[in-house]
């Protein structure tokens, strides 16, 4: 999963977590208002109540005290605006029949859903009842006394939540969308960064990147900058070490085809001329077609076999032409020798570009892996037709492409995989020179490529 998608998926968590605590919140303060709307009406109506039994005291001084309160006229327009809705405050000592008075509580909210008006009860309880004197100093003026319907509690709360939800909604939605975008935005380099590692892996190691702000992804990226380099140094070196090499290789080529020539090449002479003269004697002292003399003819046949075999991995061992002869000539007797040795199968060849300025490590290296492909595909395979093409790119690639390919079948990773000495080598000199090496499946059989920069 992104690393985007999965801040965005946490920071979605932690905004419905926090809108389910503001909304416990709101459930818990709407219920709690109620019962300070209760201690407030309660407060309110004994101080007007206060203020009423002291008027009529005055005023009607001829009376007992016991029969000032209650009075019809407290259960007015204006107390009843004292009383906040779903309050019910009622006067005691009660008189007969006299009912509670409620402020307004219809239309304050929805309904509330059963398990709602439920769970508010089964958690936060029941609302206290709030009891006030009319008058400190008056004791048999009486008291007020303040309840909450229970319903209308519930619904206000209800309501509350209603009424903060769709703001919390509202805010917690655009938090997710800002902070999605601040992650992307801050997360953004990350993509440069893995587009880097990717060029790196296939072998673009020294990859600018743009300038970072973030300090961690900064750091991050100096140290892909910093391996990139390392593994460009590295690679230089590999390079320097394997042409090297391969001079070393080169020149215990060039020895070892002194030695061969010197010693075996001098040696099977001698044996092919012993050969020869005991064929000759045998034959002169004996009657033709005798032991001897069918014997030395066998060995003069398996000599001339072996200095056949000699002279072919001579001419492999030395330089190739490519360096004394040019890139396009020693190609065309490359392919004149094994057309001259073989009918089948047939060979083209076909040259595209000015390969006449080629020469040196490049035109070695191209001589190489064309004939060790045009070898294994004539030794390991049935094909009837090979084309070898060599191609001179221009322009930015300045490359040379040599391609074999052949119509014999074949599986190409299995050839891949299973690459012998001769590719390996071949793939070696070739990377040396800064190329790459590449077997895939052609039409009908396979097609190994090989891609040297000419300013390697």
């Not at 965005?8 to 605590?21: P, T």
């Not at 509690?153 to 703001?167: C, E, G, K, P, Y």
């Not at 390392?230 to 001079?247: K, Q």
């Amino acid at each position: 999963m992104r690393l985007v998608l999965q801040l965005v998926a946490r920071l979605l968590v932690i905004v419905a977590l926090c809108l389910g605590a503001a909304t416990v919140w709101a459930t818990i303060d709407a219920y709690r208002s109620v019962d300070r709307a209760t201690e407030a009406s309660a407060a309110r109506v004994s101080q007007s109540l206060e203020a009423l039994y002291w008027r009529e005291l005055l005023l009607r001084s001829n009376r007992m005290r016991e029969q000032l309160l209650p009075a019809p006229d407290w259960r007015t327009i204006e107390t009843m605006g004292l009383i906040a809705p779903g309050i019910c405050v009622q006067f005691e000592p009660a008189g007969a029949f006299e009912k509670p008075l409620c402020g307004q509580s219809k239309g304050i909210g929805q309904a509330p859903p059963r398990w709602f008006a439920a769970a508010v009860q089964m958690v936060l309880g029941e609302h206290a009842t709030v009891e006030r004197p009319i008058s400190a100093r008056a004791a048999t003026a009486g008291t007020v006394r303040a309840t909450a319907d229970p319903a209308a509690a519930i619904a206000l709360a209800w309501q509350h939540i209603l009424d903060n939800i769709h703001v919390a909604l509202l805010m917690a939605l655009a938090i997710a969308l800002l902070a999605s975008l601040a992650i992307a935005h801050t997360l953004a380099p990350a993509h440069s960064i893995v587009s880097a590692l990717r060029r790196m892996a296939d072998g673009e190691y020294r990859t600018p990147l743009p300038r970072i702000r973030s300090m961690e992804l900064a750091m991050i990226g100096r140290a892909v900058g910093d391996l990139g380099d390392r593994l460009a140094l590295a690679e230089e070196e590999r390079t320097v070490l394997t042409r090297r090499l391969l001079e070393i290789r080169s020149d215990e080529r060039r020895t070892l085809a002194r030695e061969l020539h010197d010693e075996f090449g001098q040696n099977l002479t001698a044996i092919l001329a012993f050969a020869n003269t005991i064929e000759a004697s045998a034959g002169d002292k004996y009657a033709a077609g005798t032991e001897i003399a069918q014997d030395a003819r066998m060995i003069s046949q398996a000599t001339r076999r072996i200095m056949a075999c000699l002279r072919d991995t001579l001419n492999r061992l030395r330089h190739p032409p490519a360096e004394e002869l040019g890139l396009e000539a020693s190609l065309v007797d490359l392919v004149d020798s094994w057309r001259s040795r073989t009918a089948q199968p047939m060979i083209q060849l076909d040259l595209q570009g000015d390969l006449a300025d080629i020469s040196g490590t490049v035109a070695a290296a191209a001589y190489r892996v064309a004939q060790e492909c045009l070898t294994n595909a004539l030794r390991h395979s049935d094909a009837r037709e090979i084309v070898l093409r060599i191609e001179r790119r221009t322009g930015a690639e300045n490359a040379l492409l040599v391609r074999v390919e052949d119509d014999g079948g074949g599986d190409a990773a299995k050839v891949a995989q299973s690459a012998g000495f001769g590719l390996t080598g071949v793939s070696e000199r070739v990377t040396a020179l800064g190329g790459s090496l590449s077997i895939a499946r052609a039409s009908r059989g396979l097609s190994v490529a090989a891609t040297i920069p000419l300013a390697a």
